[in-house]
């Protein structure tokens, strides 16, 4: 069992910055893959960000890879999304996820068996 909050939301203008972080529980959280998921008002959860294990190989969705960033602090148990360059489109609440890894395809919300209760993100123009 793992229990993940995520924090750093707000309000931002466009072009802006914002570092989203997530917490788990426990001290197993190097056992898991973590993921960054996003859902805007009234469209489907979509995927973001993904990190494997160690922190050694790093997923993104095309619309905002050269933007954002994903990174993890094990000692911490801590994930990490560095959000450069927002737009408004950004604009969703942001999921933290946690699963077992070493997935051929990371962009599945299937993959992930915990989630965190989310982080509003909104940019605006």
């Known amino acids: 069992q793992v229990q993940l909050v995520e924090s750093g939301g707000g309000l931002v203008q466009a072009g802006g910055s914002l570092r989203l972080s997530c917490a788990a529980s426990g001290r197993t959280f190097s056992s898991y893959a973590m993921g960054w998921f996003r859902q805007a008002p009234g469209k489907e959860r979509e995927f973001v960000a993904a990190?494997?294990?160690?922190?050694?190989?790093?997923y993104y969705v095309d619309s905002v890879k050269g933007r954002f960033t994903i990174s993890r602090d094990n000692a911490k148990n801590t994930v990490y999304l560095q959000m450069n360059s927002l737009k408004p489109e950004d604009t969703a609440v942001y999921y933290c996820a946690a699963g077992p890894g070493g997935y051929a395809l990371w962009v599945g919300d299937n993959l992930y068996d915990y989630w965190g209760q989310g982080t509003q993100v909104a940019v605006s123009s």
């Open positions: 990190i494997s294990r160690s922190g050694g190989s790093t």
